[in-house]
């Protein structure tokens, strides 16, 4: 049973591109969570989605981050017009069910963002 | 005030040490109480959890809750150099499983 995968696994953007992080959740999960864990900071909730739905997005910057979870597909998390400051690791979880359960929750290996 | 507090180290012990881990909060709605390690360039991975107060053990892992404190600390037994991560802890907000970490602790067993 493949884990959670998220790629790329590194990416390059020049300051005003547009980044796309995409996460593949494990088989029968169709719940996402997407955190940001800045240099020396602690991982940051984002979002939470489950398939066509965003359930909470409390914790996304109020421009410029966008995300979604397709009927099909991977959850994509999106932004627009990078700047250095989002210069950080992306991570994405992934839960068969809403609702929590520590032990059914995974962490995908990350995706690790650099804005030049 | 941070809703949960970790001292980041970094945190250096000689293999074969106990290591002691600790996390402060201020949420006292919190339920769920975890300890999650994450290796260098890589995502993070549940250690242990607790649920509401108290102690859980898992082979040389010790993890405890005092509620009335609101402190958790996670302990190491005959800490291995293979233990040399970055450990974090986190809580749960409300029931959606939208974690609250703290910063992490930087961990560094010598041989």
């Known amino acids: 049973n493949a884990g959670v995968m998220q790629n790329p696994r590194h990416l390059v953007r020049r300051r005003g591109q547009e980044a796309r992080l995409r996460c593949s959740p494990m088989k029968g999960h169709s719940h996402v969570y997407w955190y940001r864990q800045l240099p020396e900071e602690g991982l940051k909730f984002m979002v939470y989605?489950?398939?066509?739905?965003?359930?909470?997005e409390s914790g996304m910057p109020k421009e410029r981050f966008s995300a979604e979870f397709p009927k099909e597909g991977p959850s994509i998390l999106r932004i627009q017009q990078v700047v250095r400051g989002d210069s950080a690791a992306y991570f994405c979880?992934?839960?068969?069910?809403?609702?929590?359960?520590?032990?059914?929750?995974?962490f995908g290996p990350g995706t690790r963002l650099t804005v030049l | 005030q941070k809703e949960v507090e970790q001292d980041p180290g970094p945190l250096s012990v000689p293999e074969g040490a106990i290591v002691s881990l600790n996390c402060t909060y201020s949420?006292?709605?919190?339920?769920?109480f975890m300890w999650y390690r994450q290796y260098s360039r890589k995502g993070p991975e549940l250690l242990m959890y607790?649920?509401?107060?108290g102690n859980k053990e898992d082979g040389r892992f010790t993890a405890q809750v005092d509620k009335s404190s609101k402190y958790i600390s996670l302990f190491i037994r005959d800490s291995q150099p293979s233990d040399s991560a970055t450990y974090l802890c986190?809580?749960?907000?409300?029931?959606?499983?939208?974690?609250?970490f703290g910063k992490g602790t930087k961990l560094s067993v010598k041989p």
């Open positions: 979880a992934s839960s068969p069910q809403q609702g929590f359960s520590p032990d059914t929750q995974y």
């Open positions: 986190a809580m749960v907000r409300g029931s959606q499983g939208n974690l609250i």
């Open positions: 989605l489950q398939k066509e739905n965003i359930i909470d």
């Open positions: 949420n006292s709605a919190f339920q769920y």
């Open positions: 607790t649920y509401s107060s």
